[in-house]
């Protein structure tokens, strides 16, 4: 039986309460703020980024990155459950024509650890378009200093027209 996105964290499966750290320590460690509060224990932390009001998603490090992680209002956005998002190449969120812009600000970050000035175009699973403002984009570092991916977080966006359909 597939598991709604409601259940992604209060199952405290460990691998999501690790990534949720993973997310939560590595924002902190490039920013020096904290994401969410970080009372309480992990599986309580990993429920807060869960239900925040502001997007979180990530992605791991194959070449060609999958998404590992969308909060609930991640999920809203692009239109997508929990099980479809993981299967999800990263690069699907941006369209085509934006493909470019989106791999050189995963570089400068790859470069930067992190990024506090980003805005593009994406694109949600049913082609319903939104620019993204004043997104943060960070590396994730784990606790043996190795990488393991990228982050993004954001609060605003815009929904954008339609592209025309080609004659």
């Given at each position: 039986?597939?598991?709604?996105?409601?259940?992604?964290?209060?199952d405290?499966?460990?691998?999501?309460?690790e990534?949720?750290?993973?997310l939560?320590?590595?924002?902190?460690r490039?920013l020096?703020?904290?994401?969410v509060?970080?009372?309480?224990s992990?599986?309580?932390?990993?429920?807060?980024?869960l239900?925040?009001?502001?997007?979180?998603?990530?992605?791991?490090?194959?070449d060609?990155?999958?998404?590992?992680?969308?909060n609930r209002?991640?999920?809203?956005?692009?239109e997508?459950?929990?099980?479809t998002?993981?299967?999800?190449?990263?690069?699907?969120?941006?369209?085509?024509?934006?493909r470019?812009?989106?791999?050189?600000?995963?570089?400068?970050?790859?470069?930067?650890?992190y990024?506090?000035?980003?805005?593009?175009?994406r694109?949600?699973?049913?082609?319903?378009?939104f620019?993204i403002?004043?997104a943060?984009?960070?590396?994730?570092?784990?606790?043996h200093?190795?990488?393991?991916?990228?982050?993004?977080?954001f609060?605003?966006w815009?929904?954008?027209?339609?592209?025309?359909?080609a004659?």
């Amino acid at each position: 039986m597939a598991r709604r996105p409601d259940d992604f964290c209060k199952d405290s499966r460990p691998e999501t309460i690790e990534h949720a750290q993973l997310l939560l320590d590595s924002y902190r460690r490039w920013l020096g703020v904290e994401l969410v509060d970080r009372s309480g224990s992990p599986a309580d932390q990993a429920q807060r980024l869960l239900e925040a009001d502001f997007v979180v998603v990530s992605h791991g490090t194959q070449d060609d990155p999958i998404l590992n992680f969308g909060n609930r209002a991640a999920m809203r956005l692009w239109e997508l459950d929990w099980e479809t998002l993981c299967r999800t190449p990263s690069r699907m969120t941006a369209e085509p024509v934006h493909r470019d812009e989106r791999a050189q600000l995963l570089a400068r970050t790859t470069r930067d650890g992190y990024v506090d000035d980003y805005q593009g175009i994406r694109i949600s699973a049913t082609g319903r378009r939104f620019r993204i403002e004043r997104a943060t984009v960070w590396n994730l570092i784990d606790a043996h200093g190795a990488y393991a991916g990228q982050a993004a977080k954001f609060s605003d966006w815009t929904d954008l027209p339609s592209r025309p359909l080609a004659t």
